[in-house]
């Protein structure tokens, strides 16, 4: 053929490609739900302010917004990535939604990528938000604490997202969505967000990521400390076992 004739190349696009559209369109989605994302981010708000400025509670500590925001900030995370996620992809299986999208090039760990990638995007948001209302009442974090914070909060994003999406394939809508909320509340009453969790040891922290990720938060951030190796590998743990299991179970129907 002559030069500049066009040449059909059929085929389906590379991954890489096929994974970023279909980010893009979570991305879309989620700005189109900006009511959903308000209300995510109302409560750890309610909470930051509340709890950081006013003796609500007895905090281990005298620094009450030192103590209080690190773990809004893990709760937002967790409200984002699992509540938030689980619910609303567990309506999208009830109405069809993933099942046109298993008919897609789109592979199981595709879909996966794709939604935790929108969800660290908008919690990246929510963080952001919340940091500066935090920052403007009072709150000083320590130098320096920025990647070893950013480093929990990705692993604790991953695991939660691959619970979240393991409960939407396998439970109907309404119950994932019950599900999901008692997980959320259960980890609010027991994750040290309002006053300290309960001393389980070691083993807490891969019982309760949230207070897990709270207390890491609180270390480098507040104390300017290294993470402790255990939350390390308690939301490690989390990331690597849940996303495993979500990969290999997940149905699109």
Do not use: C
């Amino acid at each position: 053929m002559s030069a500049g004739t066009f040449t059909p190349a059929p085929g389906r696009a590379p991954m890489r490609t096929i994974i970023g559209r279909q980010l893009r369109m979570e991305l879309l989605l989620t700005a189109r739900r900006g009511e959903a994302v308000v209300l995510a981010m109302g409560v750890p708000l309610l909470v930051l302010l509340g709890a950081g400025l006013f003796e609500v509670t007895n905090l281990p500590t005298d620094d009450r917004l030192g103590f209080v925001v690190p773990g809004v900030l893990a709760l937002t995370v967790m409200s984002t990535a699992f509540t938030g996620q689980a619910i609303t992809t567990g309506y999208e299986r009830g109405y069809g939604v993933l099942k046109r999208l298993g008919a897609s090039p789109l592979t199981r760990p595709g879909l996966l990528f794709a939604k935790t990638g929108s969800v660290l995007v908008q919690i990246l948001v929510q963080v952001l938000v919340l940091a500066l209302v935090g920052f403007a009442v009072g709150w000083r974090p320590q130098a320096g604490a920025l990647l070893p914070a950013a480093g929990i909060t990705v692993l604790a994003v991953a695991g939660y997202s691959g619970l979240a999406l393991l409960l939407a394939s396998v439970l109907k809508p309404e119950t994932t969505t019950g599900a999901a909320t008692l997980i959320y509340v259960v980890m609010l009453s027991v994750g040290g967000i309002m006053f300290a969790a309960p001393d389980l040891g070691t083993a807490g922290y891969f019982l309760l990521p949230l207070a897990a990720h709270a207390d890491g938060l609180r270390e480098t951030l507040m104390h300017g400390a290294a993470v402790p190796l255990p939350i390390w590998l308690s939301l490690g743990a989390w990331a690597v076992v849940w996303l495993t299991v979500a990969a290999r179970k997940f149905r699109w129907e």
